[in-house]
């Protein structure tokens, strides 16, 4: 059993930035997709970015050019760096792996972006 503990959020005003990171108790370089997600409330969780497994990085048009997801494989740790927030931004960031068939999500974790 993999766990995915998520970290970082926070209440920011527009214009500013976060830094979400999530740590696994499993090998992230061996997943077959690791991603963040997020839920507005009453909006449907969608992806915001995720890392292919050749590495590339790879954003949703909503957050390209704002939000940068990496890894640090020696810890295991999946980041989100986001600039330039603005209030649409304002919801429960998830982060989610999958190795194989097994699919593992974080507890999330609440981001609110002040106007």
Known sequence: QVQLV??????VQAGGSLRLS????GSIFSANFV??????PGKQRELAAHITTSGRT???DSVKGRFVISRDNAKNTVYLQ????????TAVYYCNAVWGLRNYWGQGTQ???SS
């Open 82 to 89: 986001m600039n330039s927030l603005k209030p649409e931004d």
């Open 6 to 11: 998520e970290s970082g959020g926070g209440l």
């Open 111 to 113: 981001v609110t972006v």
């Open 58 to 60: 790879i954003a949703v």
């Open 35 to 40: 991603g963040w997600f997020r839920q507005a």
């Open 22 to 25: 999530c740590a696994a108790s």
